[in-house]
C-alpha cells in the first residue's frame, strides 16, 4: 500500500509540512475575517467550516469519536506526537469546535441551531455489522498522511 500510494518518509514530512501550512492558512482566515465570528468565512457555519473539520478529524481526533476511533495510545508512534500539535493550534480548536456545537445541530429553514453537547459520542449500538465502519475509521486514521492533498482543494476558498 505505501508502495502503490508513493508514501515514504521524504513524502510524509512533506505532507505533514503541507498540513502545517494549511492549518496557518485556516488559522489566518479565520482571525482576518471581517465579522470576527471564529467562523473560516462569513458570520455562521458553513459548508467551508463543516468540510475542513470533516477533513482534519483524523488529525484532530475530536472527542465526539473517541468511542469508535481506536485510542491514541495504539496509533503510530507519528500520530501519537502529531495528534495534540494539530488538536492545540487555532484551527484545531475550530474543527473540534465545530463537531462539538454543530455536529448534532438542528436545521432550521433560515439557520443552523447548534447544540453544544459536549461529552455527546458517537457510538455504535447494533451489531457486528458496524465492524466494517471502526475498520474504515482506523484506517482513516492511520491514512490522514492524505490528508494534505485532500485540503489543498479547499485552499482557493482561502484566500
Known sequence: MKRFMGISAETAERSKEDIHRIFDKVERAIERNP????????????????????????????????????????MPKELQESVPVFRDTIAGQHAAACYTNYRFATLDSNKVVPRVLPGKRIRFRSGPRNNLVN??????????VSLASALLVAIPALK
Open 35 to 74: 465579522t470576527r465570528s471564529g467562523f473560516i468565512v462569513g458570520d455562521r457555519f458553513t459548508a467551508v467550516d463543516l468540510t475542513f473539520a470533516a477533513l482534519v478529524s483524523p488529525i484532530v481526533q475530536p472527542d465526539a469519536f473517541a468511542d469508535i476511533n481506536p485510542k491514541l495510545s495504539r
Open 135 to 144: 475498520i474504515a475509521l482506523v484506517g482513516a486514521s492511520v491514512g490522514s
